[in-house]
């Protein structure tokens, strides 16, 4: 469990940053065929993670108070909980599923609008589940491994799938548009600066950090299709299930 958070954590710096390296850029990797494209990208996202993003987190970390970064995390992870609950029964999951529903009704109504998190206080664990996780569920391979720019890691099932997570996405409905932009700014530099520590494990991680970077994500991926039930058939890239 505590390398499962672990790789999760490190894909999910990748996911903000990325960190180039000049490592062997060939297509080695039958997995990753998109290779020298995918260094590119992980190049440009490390460069705009360190001259804007991660110096902004490193203030926000450092200046801010502490309750007022909790409620912030914990107030946009209440809205995600609403789109985890939606994916846990798209997934069969059913206990998932409800067990978000629960959080949210919680958190909301007794966390102050989801500022405080009053459900997991009371057991109601988080359960974070995305649209690209429920099509893996149901058998869709993920395809050759991808990094997007500003997005990060990803392969092609998730990456077609980023559209119905945007749709799902509570947040992205607010009104006025400026304060929806002000919002998701401010929910973006709170995940980065709960990776800063990540980011420095990474650092030292590994000489090929884009490769470590690549089968951390991948790993955690195949992890999060297997979860529900350790007989599922294996995540591979461009196999689904009916495949094997």
Not at 38 to 46: E, I
Not at 71 to 81: A, S
Not at 114 to 124: F, K, M, N, R, W
Request: glycine share 12%.
């Amino acid at each position: 469990m505590k390398m499962t958070m672990r790789l999760g954590s490190l894909a999910m710096v990748a996911a903000l940053s990325g960190c180039a390296t000049t490592g062997n850029t060939g297509n080695s990797n039958p997995q990753d065929p998109l290779e020298g494209f995918n260094r590119a990208m992980f190049s440009f996202n490390d460069t705009l993670d360190k001259v804007a993003l991660k110096p902004v987190a490193t203030a926000y970390r450092s200046w801010l108070p502490s309750f007022v970064q909790t409620g912030i995390h914990n107030f946009f992870g209440n809205l995600g909980d609403v789109w985890s609950s939606v994916n846990g029964f798209l997934q069969g999951n059913v206990e998932s599923g409800t067990t978000n529903v629960m959080r949210v009704a919680v958190n909301t109504t007794l966390g102050l609008g989801g500022v405080l998190d009053i459900g997991s206080e009371a057991g109601l664990q988080k359960d974070s589940r995305d649209f690209g996780q429920t099509l893996g569920k149901w058998g869709i391979g993920a395809g050759p491994y991808l990094v997007l720019p500003l997005f990060g890691p990803s392969n092609i099932r998730d990456t077609a799938a980023l559209p119905v997570d945007f749709y799902g996405d509570l947040w992205s409905y607010k009104y006025p548009v400026r304060w929806r932009n002000t919002g998701s700014v401010v929910r973006l530099i709170d995940k980065r600066a709960g990776l800063l520590d990540a980011g420095d494990l990474l650092e030292d991680a590994a000489l090929d950090k884009y490769q470590f970077v690549r089968d951390a994500y991948t790993q955690r991926r195949q992890s999060q299709i297997k979860s529900d039930d350790d007989n599922d058939a294996t995540d591979k890239p461009g196999k689904s299930k009916s495949d094997d």
